[in-house]
């Protein structure tokens, strides 16, 4: 029978299925950051439990980390805890942990696929959301939470049930100007932060094929956004040249076989998807979220929206709440929504292309005068040399940006990096609830090269007509 890919990757990692259809599923990749693993460790602790496979761990410390003066440890008492517990339970059980200052150290979405450590064809589960990110690379890959992460490090297995499956199948060229981030916010935009919910969802058709390995990451990234607990797209040529040559990735005949197996990865001809959602690609014109949700998100050429024309009440009053935390008022146009601070960073958006782009509209300009701080947080220490490589530090310091040390950074308000009350910003990250960033502060989601725009034209612009 003709199977898709989610039903591929579900299959091959079935170990048990009882009657009801919950299966145990067997785990091949667990990435372990800071914030979700210390109760997990300490539960393993408590029951007298080692991790069943300890090599199929990989772990790094991203949230808490601070991206400036390493040199002189983590000053938030919170934060040095979080990092040095994980420091610790790593090294009690021989787990590989990147460490703050090792330069392969980055948001744990960026180095799996960096290191290979995340393969196609693979279970690949993290205590975070956005796992889904890894879904890129043709794996099934989905966030857990503690209780979880402790399962799957005494048993290397979680119990779980199938979801419902959902093609979004995107076709044409992207226009001239937007990103594999601008599509997946219209998407969001189209079906909704609840449209997912469910879901496993593949991303397919030819713009899908057409983006890079990253931009495939950016997209599946905000899978989770839409509401699915995993994004994934088939594996096809560029899937496996990405890997060729990664530390962790197979050689020699291991390799060939590999690419054997990875190239059975997609979606057979006849196979069938619970939902199908249809996308243009030509209908996507450069994304900015104006609200408190990723789905309130409009073009750039857009207005604030007016609650007074939403006839839906619950609709209207959540417009209302957000438009009142945003400090927005109706029908103003998003060009004319002036910025505070700019974040490029994210596991989002601080890929190596992600830099390169915001840096080709920055290359020669200033960031505006009204604009308080402009940072660009590259994704990992090994982005960060790339870039580096490039003289993409170069041209941002140039500019007034800031070069940071790789993290979370501002995606979150985790670490010293966040906005003040009422600050606002625009950020390639992909959360926009209030707080996110900061208390009070106020989040507008964009790709890198809008986010280096608005950095220079102290306000939302659209990049497509930037010089
Ligand atoms: C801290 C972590 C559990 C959380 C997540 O699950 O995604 C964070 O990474 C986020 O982006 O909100
Ligand atoms: S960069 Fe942001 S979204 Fe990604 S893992 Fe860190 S906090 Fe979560």
């Known amino acids: 029978m003709a ?25 091949d990749r667990h990435l372990v950051h800071e914030v979700t693993s210390p109760q997990a460790f300490e539960g393993l602790g408590l029951a007298g439990r080692k991790p069943w496979r300890i090599s199929a761990n990989l772990a790094v410390a991203d949230h808490n980390v601070p991206t400036t003066a390493r040199a002189e440890g983590i000053t938030d008492p919170i934060s040095r ?70 399962h799957v490090l005494a048993t290397q297995t979680l119990l779980m049930k199938k979801n419902k ?75 496996i040249d990405y890997f ?23 979606t057979d001809d006849g196979a069938q998807f619970d939902r199908v959602v249809e996308i243009n690609a030509r209908d996507v014109m450069p994304q900015v979220t104006w609200g408190t949700s990723p789905e309130m998100v409009l073009s750039v050429d857009g207005r604030v929206p007016d609650p007074d024309k939403e006839k839906d009440d619950v609709r209207r009053s959540g417009m209302e709440r957000a438009l009142q935390y945003m400090g927005l008022k109706p029908n103003t146009p998003l060009v004319d929504i002036p910025v505070d601070r700019i974040f490029i960073g994210s596991c989002t958006n601080a890929r190596i292309e992600d830099l390169r782009a915001a840096a080709s509209v920055a290359r020669g300009k200033r960031v505006a005068s009204s604009v308080k701080q402009a940072m660009v947080v590259p994704g990992s220490g090994l982005v960060k040399l790339q ?38 910003c625009a950020s390639t990250s992909n959360r926009n609830f209030e707080g996110r960033q900061g208390q009070g502060g106020r989040t507008h989601l964009v790709s890198p090269a809008m986010a280096a725009a608005a950095a220079i034209a102290g306000h939302f612009v659209d990049v497509r007509n930037f010089r």
Not at 254 to 265: E, G, H, M
Request: one cysteine or more; proline letters at 3%.
């Open 3 to 27: 199977q898709t890919l989610y039903d591929k990757l579900w299959n091959a990692h079935v170990v048990h299925q009882e009657s009801d259809g919950t299966c145990l599923l067997y785990i």
């Open 81 to 150: 805890l979080q990092v040095d517990t994980l420091d610790q339970n790593c090294e009690k059980y021989g787990i590989t942990e990147f460490r703050m200052n090792d330069t392969r150290q980055g948001i744990v979405h960026i180095i799996g696929p960096e290191q290979g450590a995340t393969l196609p064809g693979m279970t690949v589960v993290c205590g975070d959301s956005h796992t889904s990110t890894h879904g890129a690379l043709g794996t099934l890959a989905f966030g857990i939470g503690t209780s979880e992460v402790e």
């Open 165 to 239: 499956s959902m093609l979004i199948k995107v076709e044409g060229e992207l226009p001239f100007g937007c990103t594999a981030k601008d599509l997946v916010l219209f998407i969001i935009g189209k079906i909704g932060t609840a449209g997912g919910t469910g879901y496993a969802i593949e991303f397919g058709g030819s713009t899908i094929r057409s983006l890079s390995v990253e931009g495939r990451m950016t997209v599946c990234n905000m899978a989770i956004e839409a509401g699915a607990r995993s994004g994934m797209v088939a594996v096809d040529q560029k899937t």
């Open 244 to 266: 060729r040559g990664r530390p962790y990735a197979p050689t020699g005949v291991l390799w060939d076989q590999a690419v054997q197996y990875w190239s059975t990865l997609h």
């Open 387 to 424: 870039a580096e490589r490039e003289g993409l530090d170069k041209i941002f310091l140039e500019a007034g940006f800031e070069w940071r040390e790789p993290g979370c950074s501002m995606c979150l308000a985790m670490n010293a990096d966040r906005l003040e009350p009422g600050e606002r």
